[in-house]
């Protein structure tokens, strides 16, 4: 369901009326109103200028989530993922959802395939949900999995991608799990991937601003386009024809066209927003890196390479990744040097014996 359909409006609004609520009722240091009220403005600006309330809904979560533990914050958005996910298909099976088929042409093969569409939206929400499973079912374990656990999730995700026809989503998935996979049994590449963690944000952002202005004027870039369906060029076009401004223009008239959050983020939402956005998980990151968590810098680097091929990264009802900024800005709020908790610290130590 979207904005379109009236149950969504209704349990959205019922959403933020909670969020709203338990806002009231907890205290906040001086540091901490200063820093909600800023995030709650912004969202409202970005509100008023782009007409979505993304951004004013992920605001209000991050800071009505305020000493609620990460654990439990995740925990409760993989079992509404879960059930959402079966819903739809006992929505479909039923018959309540409508399903359509359309023709899709594959840049990267130069064929057509089949796509559908559920409810008259794209199956591709449907396969990031799924990803999400994944990609928290790992969290919630933190980073102790069986193969049997590997297996099952590689299966299904290549059922999904039958599905939905979403390779992108289907590379995504086996990608998230080779990750995890190699994380959880080779020391050095855990090791690895917490020391040089910090520079997988400023690689992305070189990697798609580098070939939008790179685009046309190289035949890697161009094979690189063709494989991310079109992708590049897009972004391209996005960063020649608009330039940068401190709130953004907007959903512009072929937003459809965004698939890419980092290009999406600084178009439509603008420097500010990007800024405080991909600023504030840098920031995150390194303090996950001093606690050598690597279960939740794994899970914020999945997202955060899937933000190159989708434009959700600002949404937390997407990206759950988002929901690890509450301790941080909590930390921020107080205006003092604290220690993150870990919560995986018993589990996370034993990679720098190792």
């Given at each position: ?6 149950a ?5 609004v019922?959403g ?74 006992a ?172 290009v ?35 899970l ?14 600002p ?22 040097e ?17």
């Amino acid at each position: 369901m979207g904005a379109g359909d009236s149950a969504y409006v209704v349990v959205v609004v019922i959403g933020a009326i909670f969020a709203l609520s338990r806002i009231m009722s907890i205290r906040f240091s001086p540091q901490f109103l200063l820093l909600a009220i800023a995030l709650t403005c912004l969202g409202v600006i970005e509100f008023y200028i782009s007409r979505r309330t993304t951004l004013l809904l992920t605001a209000l979560l991050l800071v009505s989530a305020k000493e609620i533990q990460p654990r439990l914050l995740i925990g409760t958005f993989l079992a509404a993922k879960i059930i959402g996910l079966c819903l739809v298909v006992a929505l479909v099976i039923t018959g309540v959802f409508g399903v359509e088929t359309y023709q899709y042409f594959k840049m990267a093969t130069g064929t057509y395939i089949q796509r559908v569409f559920v409810n008259g939206s794209s199956t591709t929400i449907m396969h990031l949900s799924f990803l999400a499973i994944i990609f928290l079912s790992f969290y919630m374990k933190k980073g102790r999995c069986g193969l049997v656990y590997y297996f099952g999730f590689f299966f299904l995700d290549l059922i999904c991608a039958n599905i939905t026809g979403s390779y992108m989503g289907f590379l995504l998935g086996i990608g998230g799990l080779a990750l995890f996979w190699i994380c959880q049994h080779v020391n050095k590449f855990r090791g690895l991937l917490v020391k040089y963690s910090t520079a997988v944000l400023p690689l992305l952002l070189l990697l798609t601003f580098g070939t939008a202005f790179m685009f046309g004027h190289s035949s890697a870039v161009d094979a690189i386009d063709r494989l991310f369906q079109g992708r590049v060029y897009y972004n391209h076009y996005f960063m020649s024809n608009y330039s940068v401004s401190l709130f953004g223009h907007g959903m512009l008239s072929d937003e459809g066209n965004f698939d890419n959050s980092f290009v999406f983020v600084l178009v439509a939402y603008g420097a500010v927003t990007f800024c405080v956005l991909f600023g504030s998980i840098q920031l995150l990151i390194f303090r996950l890196k001093e606690q050598a968590d690597w279960v939740s810098i794994a899970l914020v680097v999945v997202y955060l390479i899937a933000a190159l091929s989708e434009s959700f990264y600002p949404a937390a009802a997407v990206n759950p990744s988002l929901l690890l900024l509450v301790p941080l800005f909590e930390l921020v709020g107080q205006g003092e040097e604290k220690t993150l908790t870990n919560p995986h610290a018993a589990h996370s130590k034993s990679w720098g014996r190792d």
